[in-house]
């Protein structure tokens, strides 16, 4: 056998396997585009009960992020409520400690004062117990006997 006959052969061989072939690879085109078919709509049901699915969490989703600006809301106003309160409250303790300064100032003074005029008194008092003492020094008196006298009708006579 020649090479032309092989040749010759091959494509006689080849002219009816061909399509064959031709008609082989068409079937499996076909099944690989049916079952492409069956898993679009597969799909889109699956899109579709996804759909509806995230439907039905749109009220609570509504709910939840209504909820959530109200917890906002109210954390925003208890913050500017606490912050006022302390601000106030700052206020109001430097108030009470500078009355309690003053109060505690004026007492010093007072007490200053009360001091000072003790004192005064002190040496007001020694000055006359000096005084006192130097006269008694220089003039010492007698103690006179007194002499109670009874009188027969009661009375006391001297």
Known sequence: MSID???GAIAQ???YLLPVLGVVALIYLILLIKTLIETLKDVSLTLLTAESELKKLDGPLSTVESLSKTVDDVHGATRKMVTKA???LNKDMEQAKSWMTKKKEELAAKKDELSAKLNKEKEVLK???DVI???VQDDPYEE???IYVRDESGKEAE
Do not use: G, K, S
């Open 5 to 7: 006959a092989l040749f």
């Open 13 to 15: 061989v080849a002219t």
């Open 86 to 88: 302390t601000a106030t």
């Open 127 to 129: 000055a006359d117990v």
């Open 133 to 135: 003492q130097n006269a």
């Open 144 to 146: 006179e006997e007194i």
